[in-house]
T-cell receptor, first 115, second 113 residues
C-alpha cells in the first residue's frame, strides 16, 4: 500500500526566504508525482506535475524534483511571499490495473510566510 | 473555460439520512475522481469514473457510491450518514485518464449532526 509522508507538517518563514518542502513515498512504482496548493476552505490548485521519467519541473519561483528510486521529492520555493501562505500537498499517482489509477496524498505542509 | 464545479457547496444533514453530491468536470474531460478530506485522515481516494464506468474504488464502505453520466457529470451518494462522514468532499477531473494534471473543484462541505 502506497504511503506518502510530508515533512515538516508546518513551517513559518519570513518574507523573501527560500524554502524547501519535503515529500517521501514508500512504493517507487509511480506514474507521476504532483504538488498542489490548498487555501483554507478551498479546493486544490495544481502547481507542478513530474512524470516518473523526469527529474524536475519548474514554474516561476517553484521548482520540484523527483528521485523515484529513493522515493523522495522536494518543492523549492524561491523568494517567498505572503501570498504563498497555504497548505502544500504532495500526491503520487499509482496504477491499480485495468487502466485505472488513483492519487495518494500526503497530509500536507502548512506554510506561513510572515511579512 | 469553466473549471470543475460542485454543488451544493455546503450541506447539513442528520445521522441516518442520505445525501447526493454533484460534480461537473471541465468541458471535454472524461475522468472524474472523488476524494474525502478530513483533518485526521487527510485526503482519501473514494472512486474514479471514466466514460460512465467505475474503474477504481478506495477503501470505503458500501454506503459510499457514485455514478457518471454520458455528459461526464458525476454524482456521489452517501447513505445512512454517520457523524464521521462530516468532511470536505472534492472531485477532480482530467482529460483522459492517468498521467495528467488533476483539476479540482472547490468541494462540498458536509456536516452530519
Amino acid at each position: 500500500k502506497q504511503e506518502v509522508t510530508q515533512i515538516p507538517a508546518a513551517l513559518s518563514v519570513p518574507e523573501g526566504e527560500n524554502l524547501v518542502l519535503n515529500c517521501s513515498f514508500t512504493d517507487s512504482a509511480i506514474y507521476n508525482l504532483q504538488w498542489f496548493r490548498q487555501d483554507p476552505g478551498k479546493g486544490l490548485t495544481s502547481l507542478l506535475l513530474i512524470q516518473s521519467s523526469q527529474r524536475e519541473q519548474t514554474s516561476g519561483r517553484l521548482n520540484a524534483s523527483l528521485d523515484k528510486s529513493s522515493g523522495r521529492s522536494t518543492l523549492y520555493i524561491a523568494a517567498s511571499q505572503p501570498g504563498d501562505s497555504a497548505t502544500y500537498l504532495c500526491a503520487v499517482e499509482s496504477g491499480s490495473g485495468a487502466g485505472s489509477y488513483q492519487l495518494t496524498f500526503g497530509k500536507g505542509t502548512k506554510l506561513s510566510v510572515i511579512p | 473555460k469553466a473549471g470543475v464545479t460542485q454543488t451544493p457547496r455546503y450541506l447539513i444533514k442528520t445521522r441516518g439520512q442520505q445525501v447526493t453530491l454533484s460534480c461537473s468536470p471541465i468541458s471535454g474531460h472524461r475522468s472524474v475522481s472523488w476524494y474525502q478530506q478530513t483533518p485526521g485522515q487527510g485526503l482519501q481516494f473514494l472512486f474514479e469514473y471514466f466514460s460512465e464506468t467505475q474503474r477504481n474504488k478506495g477503501n470505503f464502505p458500501g454506503r459510499f457510491s457514485g455514478r457518471q453520466f454520458s455528459n461526464s457529470r458525476s454524482e456521489m451518494n452517501v447513505s445512512t450518514l454517520e457523524l464521521g462522514d462530516s468532511a470536505l468532499y472534492l472531485c477532480a477531473s482530467s482529460l483522459l485518464a492517468s498521467q495528467e494534471t488533476q483539476y479540482f473543484g472547490p468541494g462540498t462541505r458536509l456536516l452530519v449532526l
